[in-house]
């Protein structure tokens, strides 16, 4: 796992502790009581009610977890418009969306709020923990109970295998996978981001993914990639460009 010896759980000597213990326990990390003298850059804990990463610059500043808020200039009201490159590419007839990449969920939740049925996979443990977290603070905010919705149930595991084994094919499959940067310090330098690609790193097994979920998916995947990258697929369908990214369609039949 890429991020051993680089992460271990903290606590800060509040809240109860069994709950950092099993943390680290189910992650086979380290549990540390103070970030000195130890040789972790990163490290998870529980703070502001939000499971959270930080790296030595965030400890005083209080750290990363899935945000689950509306992006800047969303709609508010459920289900927001199905509006922009993005649904473009998802398609507004879509009903189901596997997300095969979810990372920290700013796609998935974003297709969630637009009203679509989201199903996610993560690989990375760390980044389940902070998904699973996530979720459950969705479940709690007064939009998601009202309107009586689930929050997106959460796969585990490489979806290369996990696609295989899908019983009812979904209408899309979703893919942004890491690509490398085209400069140090360009497409990714968002904080959030930066960490994900030092601790998970890039993955290396898109094409096996993007085969992996067009033998899945019952109409369409969509692939988010930089503008510089070539399309994962070989010649897409249909393209729609965004900022500084492309959605690549690949239609099945
Ligand atoms: C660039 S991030 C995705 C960001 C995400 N779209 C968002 O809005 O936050 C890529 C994520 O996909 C995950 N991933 C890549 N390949 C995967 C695979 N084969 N199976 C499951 N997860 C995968 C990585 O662990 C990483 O967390």
């Known amino acids: 796992m890429s991020h051993q010896n680089k992460l271990a759980v903290l606590f800060e000597g509040s809240g109860d502790v069994s709950k950092f213990e099993e943390l680290a326990e189910r992650l086979n990390l380290p549990l540390r009581q103070s970030t000195d003298q130890n040789s972790e850059a990163f490290f998870l804990t529980w703070r502001d009610g939000c499971l959270k990463l930080l790296d030595k610059e965030l400890l005083k500043k209080g750290g990363l977890s899935v945000d689950i808020e509306p992006r800047n200039g969303e709609q508010r009201s459920y289900p927001a418009p199905k509006e922009g490159a993005f649904a473009q590419a998802i398609g507004r007839k879509t009903k189901t969306v596997i997300d095969a990449t979810t990372g920290w969920a700013q796609d998935s939740l974003c297709l969630f709020r637009m009203g679509y049925d989201v199903c996610c996979i993560e690989r990375s443990p760390m980044m ?118 492309r959605y690549d369609v690949y239609l099945k039949n």
């Open 128 to 245: 389940a923990e902070l998904l699973t977290d996530a979720f459950e603070r969705l479940a709690r905010e007064s939009w998601v109970q009202k309107c009586q919705l689930s929050p997106p149930i959460l796969m585990t595991g490489n979806a290369i295998d996990i696609l295989k084994t899908v019983e009812t094919p979904p209408d899309c499959i979703y893919l942004d996978p890491m690509f490398p940067p085209k400069r140090k310090k360009s497409a990714l330098s968002k904080k959030s981001m930066t960490i994900l690609q030092e601790l998970v790193g890039e993955d290396v097994d898109k094409i096996e993914l993007f085969e992996a979920a067009f033998a899945a998916t019952a109409k369409r995947v969509v692939v988010k990639s930089p503008d510089y990258a070539e399309p994962l697929g070989g010649k897409p369908n249909e393209s729609f460009s965004g900022k500084l990214l």
